[in-house]
């Protein structure tokens, strides 16, 4: 029979690359997930039977337990941009990734899998990188052979970075951005999900890999980049972290009043302090190189769901290409 993984946040943007990879080699997936009803969409991944998500609380010991049970290897994609209710960083990023390293611990599985982030630091003031560290710490306290995979921005086409940002293009002329001059290192989710799989089917040695793109861009470069695919011409403006702080301020309380009916995805103050630092791979760092992946540049991928943003859809690149084609 073939072997067994559960993918806690199986459904999420990251998660689906993992568990379609995970399915086309072969293993048999257990997508756990909060709302299974809203994670059908995963089964066609696989053959009749071999991607199934079940329900799965993260905060729950006798829940992340029952879907583990005779699981060859368990990896956790669950995490959070936004704390809403009881899904609070600590809980989730903290709490959520140390029960499920310990309990893979009880029922004797060798091999787990975390998803981290780049930035995430024990000292920081930023609740978010602060409770990725803690969840690292307590992955590795209870399976010191796990690995931890820390990616940088992520991007792909179920993204909510360069969608949202491609969104706001079309509405006028002008984009606002925060942190215009902050460094980033955009990686192709798929590659992500591809290091997640070698770590579980190969003898990848156990700690922290940083996972970043090719490239390194500015907040600025890669908005450049992206009204470049969509053949928009906007005003980038750089708000001031000071007005970016009143703004984001306003936003968090809204969320407070409305008792969460009114998510703040537009830009909190936790999110903003760590705007202020730069998002790549560290100069010693253990990446991709060691995984033995080449990851695939952004010019690559953007153009393949970003057309949908253009003034005339897909028909602009094909007016593109034939000019280019005449000259």
């Known amino acids: 029979m073939s072997k067994l993984v559960t993918i806690y946040g199986g459904s999420g943007f990251v998660g689906r690359y993992v ?39 993260i905060r729950d010991d006798d829940s992340v337990a029952l879907v583990m049970q005779d699981a060859d290897a368990v990896v956790n994609c669950v995490g959070i941009l936004n704390e809403t209710g009881k899904n609070s960083f600590d809980a989730i990023q903290a ?16 091999r787990m899998v975390h998803l981290s982030a780049i930035g995430a630091d024990a000292t ?24 931890i995979l820390r990616p940088s921005v992520i991007f792909g086409a179920e993204d909510n970075f360069f969608n949202r940002f491609a969104g706001m293009a079309r509405m006028g002329p002008f984009l606002p951005i925060v942190g215009g001059e902050t460094r980033f290192q955009p990686v192709f989710v ?3 999900a591809k290091a997640a799989v070698k770590a579980v ?8 890999y940083e996972l970043g793109g090719p490239e390194v861009r ?48 537009v830009l909190t103050r936790d999110q903003l302090r760590n705007l202020r630092r730069d998002n790549v791979v560290g100069e010693d760092a253990r990446g991709f190189a ?37 000259t």
Not at 42 to 51: D, H
Not at 294 to 314: D, H
């Open 19 to 57: 568990a379609r990879n995970f399915a086309q080699a072969g293993w048999r997936v257990r997508v756990a997930v909060r709302r299974p009803n809203e994670a059908i969409f995963v089964r066609p991944y696989g053959v009749v039977g071999q991607v199934e998500p079940v329900l799965c609380n």
């Open 218 to 265: 500015t907040m600025r470069q890669m908005m450049a980049q992206m009204l470049d695919v969509i053949s928009r011409r906007r005003v980038v403006i750089n708000l001031p972290f000071w007005l970016a702080r009143i703004m984001a301020f306003g936003f968090d309380i809204l969320q407070v009043i409305s008792f969460g009916l009114i998510r703040n995805g």
């Open 95 to 110: 709490e959520g990734a140390g029960r499920v390293a310990r309990i893979a611990a009880q029922q004797g599985i060798e």
């Open 290 to 326: 060691d995984l033995g992946i080449k990851p695939v540049a952004m010019e690559s991928v953007l153009p393949e769901y970003l057309w949908r943003f253009r003034p005339s859809g897909q028909y602009n690149a094909l007016q593109k290409s034939a000019s280019n084609l005449r």
């Open 201 to 208: 089917t190969d003898e990848v040695a156990a700690g922290v």
């Open 124 to 147: 920081s003031d930023s609740d978010y990188s602060r409770s990725k560290a803690m969840g690292e710490t307590a992955v590795l306290e209870h399976m010191p052979n796990a690995v």
């Open 190 to 192: 798929d590659d992500v």
